[in-house]
């Protein structure tokens, strides 16, 4: 189908072509140069010390989980409204994901209090998600955090440019983790990135993106080191440069395309008043997002299908996101009380 309105649509011109040609006549393809390059314009661009680039966004945060040691017998917080690899990650390192409700169907994040509520002494972090790539209360949840001893992982999935008070989402937390898969604001078709301040924790995830090894091929090659060691179970998380070429690329045109998104005016003024409840929602009130999902809520009593159908006549593409990670088969026990603590993710769901 050819659709007028797509739910994504893939950004790539001539420049991401020339510099995929130039990776492939280089003759060196995974993890160099065009690597380093890509993470330090991309530490540059979210304002953080470090910024490791990796093959995906649920590396990313399945690194982010295991920098900070969790395991089983760890709690770990997070919204259910949200893509499944959140909480994935969190299950690869043996740890347990505790949901919590959102703020208002206004404001689709997780909720303060509803974190506070969920605290309990085996909580080790707080994992929130920026949905849509409207930004959760950062400053309240850092502060929270500290006073509970919690780490915070932010998966900013959803939110390549957005900030909040001038400091990009994904760099408020200890660890941050970006998406550049082929629906995401910016794209290099698979890849992902972890953001941190920390020395220590970058190291950890550097070295748990490459089998656990001290020193990378690319190292050994430019006479950097001459062997390693193998100091923990790491993994194989490598991004290649073709993918971090098409990153810088990308990461050129960012920030215009979010600002073309925020002032676009089929989304903007009175298409927004009219799909959202109040507004909020969709016009933000904290922050400057990234407009990943422009999300819509209807009334319960409105057929939902019906709509989705009128849309798809008028050439518009639209899509659930997301089901709540808790109404997953594989998921349902994480929320044995989810009409109590999950209510307004339930009525969400229902409105979606
Ligand atoms: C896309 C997405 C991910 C996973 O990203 P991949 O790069 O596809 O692994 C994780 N969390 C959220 C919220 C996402 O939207």
């Not at 393809?29 to 680039?53: N, V």
């Not at 996101?321 to 088969?329: A, G, L, R, S």
């Not at 603590?341 to 979606?352: F, I, R, S």
Request: negative net charge.
């Amino acid at each position: 189908m050819n659709w007028r309105v797509p739910l994504a649509d893939v950004n790539l011109g001539v420049e991401e072509e020339e510099a995929v040609l130039q990776v492939l006549r280089s003759g060196w393809l995974t993890m160099g140069a065009t690597t380093s390059a890509f993470e330090k314009q991309f530490s540059e661009f979210a304002g953080t010390k470090h910024a490791i680039a990796v093959n995906n966004a649920t590396a990313a945060l399945h690194l982010a989980c295991m920098a900070l040691s969790l395991g089983e017998g760890d709690e770990v917080i997070l919204p259910s409204l949200t893509f499944v690899a959140t909480a994935n990650a969190i299950r690869y390192t043996g740890a347990t994901p505790v949901f919590a409700d959102l703020e208002s169907e206004d404001w689709l994040c997780i909720s303060l209090q509803a974190i506070e509520e969920k605290i309990t002494e085996r909580t080790k972090a707080i994992m929130v998600m920026h949905y849509a790539g409207f930004a959760c209360d950062m400053p309240a949840i850092v502060e929270l955090a500290k006073k509970y001893r919690l780490f915070v992982i932010e998966d900013a999935a959803h939110a390549v440019g957005a900030s909040l008070q001038g400091r990009a989402l994904g760099s408020w937390g200890d660890l941050g983790c970006y998406s550049f898969f082929g629906n995401k604001n910016m794209t290099t078709a698979e890849g992902g990135m972890v953001l941190t301040n920390s020395d220590e924790l970058a190291e950890k995830v550097r070295i748990m993106r490459s089998h656990g090894m001290t020193s990378l091929t690319w190292d050994r090659h430019k006479g950097h080191a001459s062997t390693y060691d193998v100091v923990a179970l790491g993994y194989n998380y490598r991004i290649d440069e073709i993918r971090a070429a098409i990153g810088i690329e990308q990461l050129k045109t960012a920030s215009r395309k979010r600002q073309t998104r925020s002032s676009d005016p089929t989304l903007s003024g009175e298409v927004r008043a009219a799909l959202s409840r109040s507004g909020n929602a969709i016009c933000g009130k904290r922050g400057q997002s990234s407009f990943h999902i422009f999300p819509v809520l209807l009334p319960e009593d409105v057929d939902k299908d019906a709509f989705r159908e009128s849309l798809k006549e008028q050439g518009i593409q639209s899509s659930f996101h997301y089901p709540p990670v808790h109404h997953f088969e594989n998921y349902r026990q994480f929320a044995p009380n989810s009409e109590n603590d999950l209510a307004v993710t339930e009525q969400a769901a229902k409105e979606k």
